[in-house]
């Protein structure tokens, strides 16, 4: 195994939004927190429990088609078992958006039965978006407001502000800029925010990250990552990462003068295409996993 690197950050606006938060809970009924499927345990924010007091939480885990599907289905369960609501969906295809007006009405059912049973008819519910950078929020809130008024970009950090959408007759949302925390308790779960790009690249080694995800591949062993690099002929349980590295960096043609590889160039590449999901559909975080928080 390749050695960590010890990852941290942390914005200055980003303590601004914890109190923003803290400051719109009052105006909402309920949370509903958005995470990347594919490192359920590194994307949530373990803040966000303190932060969002007893208020009902549904999650959505995004990014599902780059995800394993039996991966989440076990998320699923999980959370289940915890008595959250989750649901995986998909921002780009629009994947199982239609679940979440069902899925907040039945976690604010007490709630709705108490309004109606007060004469309100058809109660309006508030909900409010969080999660960190990153995780899809922007391209989500885009698909389910069937309008683009918030700025998407994949790039972490570009979300400012708050800002409400009518999501149905009777569901609005509030948006949140995205959250990171000041530290990473676990090095690992710095390491898998990089990898899916939700730490800034220019704060990273980006040829030791490749390599620390070569680390993970090399045990996958994915069957897409396998084929788009033409590896069937080595043996990744012994080959070095960085000498892996090396190797597709020379499969796809990356040399500099005098025949030198560039693994700067193939770094990215590597970073780059498993997040685009091209090396296959991988979840690097299971149900029970060692840094788990809860």
Wanted: aromatic fraction near 6%; proline fraction near 4%.
């Amino acid at each position: 195994m390749s050695e960590m690197q010890t990852i941290q950050w942390f914005p200055g606006h980003m303590t601004k939004t914890k109190r923003q938060i803290q400051a719109s809970l009052k105006l909402v009924d309920a949370v509903a927190e958005i995470i990347d499927a594919r490192i359920p345990v590194s994307s949530r924010n373990p803040d966000l429990n303190q932060l969002v007091l007893n208020k009902p939480r549904v999650i959505l885990l995004n990014k599902c088609d780059m995800a394993n599907q039996t991966a989440t289905k076990m998320w699923i369960d999980h959370y289940a078992k915890q008595g959250i609501t989750a649901i995986a969906v998909d921002c780009k295809s629009g994947k199982n958006l239609n679940k979440i007006p069902a899925a907040v009405n039945t976690v604010m059912k007490e709630k709705i039965d108490r309004l109606k049973a007060k004469g309100m008819v058809n109660p309006t519910i508030r909900m409010m978006i969080v999660g960190i950078p990153n995780v899809g929020k922007s391209s989500f809130i885009n698909r389910i407001a069937k309008q683009n008024r918030a700025k998407v970009e994949d790039r972490p950090g570009v979300t400012r502000g708050n800002q409400w959408f009518t999501i149905s007759k009777n569901l609005e949302m509030l948006d949140t800029p995205g959250v990171l925390w000041p530290r990473f308790d676990n090095k690992t779960v710095g390491e898998h925010l990089a990898f899916t790009g939700a730490v800034k690249d220019q704060v990273v080694d980006t040829e030791l990250l490749a390599v620390r995800l070569l680390d993970f591949l090399k045990g996958l062993k994915p069957q897409a990552f396998i084929e788009r690099f033409k590896l069937s002929d080595i043996d990744p349980d012994n080959t070095d990462s960085y000498e892996l590295l090396q190797i597709i960096g020379k499969k796809r043609g990356m040399l500099v003068s005098g025949g030198e590889i560039d693994t700067e160039r193939a770094a990215v590449m590597l970073l780059d295409e498993f997040r685009a999901a091209k090396l296959g559909r991988i979840t690097l975080e299971m149900p029970g996993t060692v840094f788990e928080k809860e």
